[in-house]
Nanobody
Framework: VQLQASGGGLVQAGDPLRLSCAAS????????VGWFRQAPGKAREFVAA???????RYADSMKGRFTVSRDNAQNTVYLQMNSLKPEDTAVYYC???????????????????WGQGTLVTVSS
């Protein structure tokens, strides 16, 4: 499985932005896909995830602002980010795995496939 994250850029505080994670292969519909982010000098943190059955999970600080969705026909997962804040500035990564259980969605070490990251910069 190869993942390609895209959609990052420079936006102003309060603006929306949509990231995409395109996956190769014919197993996409069975994958759990997670979004993580890493700001300079900080550890990689969980943002959101969507399971094969479209169940979702969000980090508490993103609930209500971010929405993760998937289009299996396009082999793509989206992260819609609204009301962006300067503290959302980070490199955003998508990751995937077929075997992550619900209670472990936040653990980056359990995802076997990673995209290259896309930079989101939110100016104040």
């Amino acid at each position: 499985v190869q993942l390609q994250a895209s959609g990052g850029g420079l936006v102003q505080a309060g603006d929306p932005l949509r990231l995409s994670c395109a996956a190769s292969g014919d197993t996409f519909r069975r994958l759990t896909v997670g979004w993580f982010r890493q700001a300079p000098g900080k550890a990689r943190e969980f943002v959101a995830a969507i399971r094969w059955n479209s169940n979702t999970r969000y980090a508490d600080s993103m609930k209500g602002r971010f929405t993760v969705s998937r289009d299996n026909a396009q082999n793509t997962v989206y992260l819609q980010m609204n009301s962006l804040k300067p503290e959302d500035t980070a490199v955003y990564y998508c990751a995937a795995d077929p075997s992550i259980i619900l209670s472990s969605l936040t653990r980056p070490d359990l995802y076997n496939y990673w995209g290259q990251g896309t930079l989101v910069t939110v100016s104040s």
